[in-house]
């Protein structure tokens, strides 16, 4: 199985057709997605100018969709890098016992769904790299009341995710099921409440 910078290789490839360049970038999004695969997919498509169902985009259009999926990628290595960083030491200081932020780590492994967006159509506008750069930098401070990524304070539950975690607070300004280590008890328990008036206002 071919991996991201091989991919990446071929997208850039002009000696391939403008199909298999199209089709390795959507591969490349089965290694590296950040708000999961159809968002990011659409998210790119809409910043670059590329139809969608088009089976041969402009080549210029494709490298400067994958250019912005690298410099993403880069920003979650690094952070990856990191993260293992800081486990190895508290586990040398005898600190086994995961923490709600690690449970996060774990379900975003590998970087596919680091910004999941609960409608594949509804997204971010910033560019990816930019996105995670406010993410991790909001993961490493004290949690607040709004979404680390549009600074909304709309902030509902819902029940139905399409994706682990099956259940959790959506930003109503960007899309994105934002992860709880980022928000106070008391954001939480203010979407849960935004959560029970959307699904009453529905029923």
Same mark, same amino acid.
């Given at each position: 199985m !071919? ?11 002009? /000696?391939?057709?403008?199909a298999?360049?199209r089709?390795?970038l959507?591969k ?6 950040p ?6 997919w ?13 089976? !041969?985009?402009d ?9 912005e999926?690298?410099?993403a990628?880069a920003?979650?290595?690094?952070y990856?890098e990191?993260?293992a960083?800081? /486990? ?12 709600s ?13 680091v ?15 930019e996105?995670l750069?406010?993410l ?5 401070e004290?949690?607040?009341?709004a979404?680390p990524v ?9 029940q139905?995710l ?6 959790g ?8 099921v ?6 106070t008890?008391? !954001?939480v !328990? ?5 959560g029970?008036?959307e699904?009453?206002?529905v029923?």
């Open positions: !071919a991996g991201f910078r091989s991919l990446a290789r071929q997208v850039r490839d002009a /000696r391939c057709d403008l298999l360049r089709y390795s959507r490349c999004l089965e290694r590296f997605a708000y999961g695969h159809r968002a990011t659409d998210h790119l498509c809409a910043r670059y100018g590329i139809e969608p169902e088009d089976r !041969a985009p080549p210029a259009r494709l490298v400067a969709a994958l250019e999926l690298e410099r990628r920003v979650w290595l690094a990856e990191s993260f960083d800081r /486990r190895k030491r508290e586990k040398h200081d005898g600190l086994r016992r995961p923490s932020f690690d449970d996060w780590h774990r379900r975003t492994w590998g970087g596919h769904g910004a999941r967006c609960d409608r594949p159509t509804i997204h971010p506008a910033a560019p990816l790299d996105v750069h406010r991790i930098s909001a993961l490493g004290e949690p607040g009341a979404c549009c600074e909304a304070t709309e902030i509902v539950w819902r139905d399409a994706h682990e975690p099956l259940s607070p959506v930003c109503l300004g960007c899309g994105i934002v992860p709880r280590p980022v928000l008890s008391e !954001a !328990a203010a979407a849960k409440t935004a029970r008036v699904l009453a206002s029923a």
